[in-house]
């Protein structure tokens, strides 16, 4: 099935009078998926997003319930369910695969997170390929296919005049064919996608376990800000805090964004803390992206977006850190 | 045979929503440490639990922490808080009737099983007697299924030991249970202190508890020093790693393995842990 890109817009205000659908666009500077209306033009040629759209499924405050208390001074929990329907409309293969790793934290290994699960059940993926890679775009040496995303609800790729249409889930067939006054039959070869920006992940996964005392460590942390930004940019970035706000005995518990960056995220009300300097956490993040997640779930926490390359103010670059990995040579283990 | 300890064993629907429940008795064990019995609202025991599991105690307008389920019955469960921060301050506010959030349980359980038949040796430091005394009571419950109890417990002062009724009264009167309690320093306040003094580890070595042929296994819990003190006085007794068991601390947001604070390599303190053997925690990338 094709989608003519003069079909597009039509496709898209038809599908905005029902439901939500984000788009990527600029909104006050910044690039960012938003709700579609009046005044939001997308932007498809848009190579990424500065903002990841995981805040669709993970709002950056995100209410959990609220409670308050009754005439007899008891209290009562109110949860909130707050999802709703939604379409992402262009998300790129790289953000796709992001989804599937916060599916694994959210989903899996035990515990259900519920305000997660809801907004996942009611989100249909439709993902954009790439046609052009921006020169911090480094997907295909994480494994990504820039104009393939396998576990989109529907994947759209550029033929030129026409996006070809290919519905990959139940619920992308189900999407797909109730677009079929915007689609026409035929097929028509995608256009690809050069991705320059390339690191070799052989063997870097094993070696880092042995490098978490690695002088690399503190060489990469020295220049470091901590200011977080490469987290919140971060799709797979997941990590949040609980707190609250209240006004006497009524009041919301909510979760928002928190950062493995700064020292209140580990220390302890005794006064302890296990991450406190600098050293520590940066190890500790990207450990985390190309050891710990995939020795628990199986997978790399990072997908080559490039956003934290871009974005951070000290020009920290995990894809250097990789080429240092890479060369580094690891001293054989002692006999102990 | 290394003590087997399970993982990842706690499972959950809406893990993060509390239950309101009601502080049905509070005990001040020390100056600053309160223990508060909790049932929920229409008088039940608010979850069931294993000996060692984690519990996300607090109140709805302050926030809340995670401690290890002190005791429990078939009726109440028991937390015990000292009080070091903003939530435990006014968790030490409370009075009896109180409506506080809980949820739970989290995290995985002291290995009961796996020591059937071992002498055991609990080692702890201050408010570190409370998660050690969760798998202490479960042994002189079971009391048959064990061998010989030592309970080796230090503070710094005599008004921080927690528990002293059964420390001093209870506990020394059970059979083949053997209490040794020292102070860090002689305390001022206390002069008719006739215990021992001294640090927890260089204590523990007077005491002469060796391994057994791996038949002993000691189970820690204290602050940083403690703990690193004590293991290294075990291993140089001769205890194997695997024998070696402790439950670690790391603030906790969801208690379920998602907010990712407690992470201690690629492993969860409030959802792989809280327990683990020496053994395994060789084996990860630990800031703690």
Redesign the interface.
């Known amino acids: 099935m094709l989608l003519s890109k003069q079909n597009l817009m039509p496709l898209l205000n038809s599908l905005a009078s029902d439901v939500d659908v984000f788009v990527p666009t600029t909104i006050d500077g910044v690039k960012k998926f938003a709700r579609l209306a009046d005044g939001v033009e997308p932007d498809f040629d848009m190579i990424n997003t500065t903002m990841p759209p995981k805040d669709l499924l993970f709002p950056q405050t995100q209410k959990m319930y609220h409670f308050d208390v009754d005439k007899n001074g008891s209290y009562h929990i109110h949860e909130y369910d707050e999802s709703r329907e939604q379409i992402v409309f262009g998300i790129r293969p790289c953000d796709m695969r992001s989804i599937v790793c916060l599916d694994e934290v959210f989903l899996t290994k035990g515990f259900v997170d519920e305000f997660y699960a809801n907004a996942r059940e009611k989100l249909l993926t439709v993902s954009i390929g790439c046609t052009q890679a921006a020169e911090t775009c480094f997907c295909t040496s994480m494994g990504v296919d820039p104009i393939y995303a396998p576990n989109a609800d529907v994947m759209l790729q550029d033929t030129g005049d026409a996006y070809k249409v290919t519905a990959q889930t139940p619920k992308g067939e189900a999407a797909v064919s109730a677009w079929s006054e915007f689609l026409s039959d035929g097929d028509a070869e995608p256009v690809n996608c050069d991705v320059t920006l390339k690191v070799s992940m052989e063997g870097v996964v094993d070696k880092l376990e042995g490098m978490y005392d690695s002088p690399i460590w503190e060489n990469l942390s020295i220049k470091c800000l901590n200011c977080g930004t490469c987290t919140y940019v971060c799709p797979t970035c997941h990590c949040f805090d609980i707190s609250q706000e209240n006004r006497k005995k009524d009041g919301v518990r909510f979760r928002c964004w928190d950062s493995c960056m700064f020292s209140e995220y580990t220390a302890m009300a005794g006064g302890h803390n296990p991450r406190p300097e600098k050293l520590e956490r940066e190890r500790n993040r990207f450990m985390h992206k190309l050891n710990f997640f995939e020795r628990r779930y199986g997978m790399s926490l990072c997908v080559g977006c490039g956003r934290c390359v871009e974005k951070c103010p000290v020009a920290l670059d995990i894809t250097r850190l990789i080429d240092d990995i890479g060369s580094y040579e690891v001293a054989p283990a002692s006999a102990e | 045979m290394a003590i087997e300890i399970s993982h990842?064993?706690?499972?959950?629907?809406?893990?993060?929503?509390?239950?309101?429940c009601r502080v049905t008795e509070i005990t001040q064990e020390t100056p600053d440490v309160k223990s508060f019995r909790l049932v929920t609202?229409d008088g039940k025991k608010p979850f069931d639990c294993e000996p060692g599991q984690l519990g996300m105690f607090g109140l709805?307008?302050?926030?809340?922490?995670m401690f290890v389920v002190s005791a429990q019955s078939d009726e109440w469960v028991q937390f015990t808080v000292k009080k070091?921060?903003?939530?435990?301050e006014q968790l030490h506010n409370l009075s009896v009737g109180d409506?506080v959030?809980l949820r739970g349980p989290y995290g995985n359980w002291w290995p009961t099983e796996s020591c059937r038949g071992k002498d055991m040796l609990f080692i702890a430091g201050g408010i570190g007697l409370p998660p050690v005394r969760s798998f202490l009571l479960y042994c002189l419950e079971h009391r048959e299924d064990y061998g010989r109890i030592d309970l080796v417990y230090s503070g710094s002062k005599y008004d921080d030991l927690v528990f002293k009724e059964q420390l001093f009264d209870i506990w020394p009167n059970e059979p083949d249970m053997h209490v040794h309690v020292s102070l860090y320093h002689e305390d001022p306040k206390h002069p008719e202190w006739k215990g021992d003094i001294g640090y927890t580890a260089p204590y523990l070595e007077t005491l002469d508890l060796g391994p057994e042929d791996g038949n002993r296994v000691a189970v820690i819990c204290g602050?940083?020093s403690l703990s690193r003190t004590c293991r290294e006085s075990l291993l140089k007794a001769g205890f194997d790693e695997g024998n070696i068991l402790t439950t670690l601390?790391?603030?906790m947001?969801?208690g379920?393995?998602?907010?990712?604070?407690c992470?201690m390599?690629?492993?969860f303190i409030c959802?792989d842990g809280p327990i683990f053997s020496l053994a395994e925690i060789a084996t990860m990338?630990s800031?703690?």
């Open positions: 990842g064993c706690a499972k959950g629907e809406r893990p993060l929503i509390p239950q309101v609202l709805l307008s302050y926030g809340e922490c070091v921060g903003l939530v435990t409506e959030s602050g940083p601390e790391m603030r947001k969801c379920v393995g998602k907010c990712g604070r992470n390599g690629g492993h959802l990338h800031d703690v």
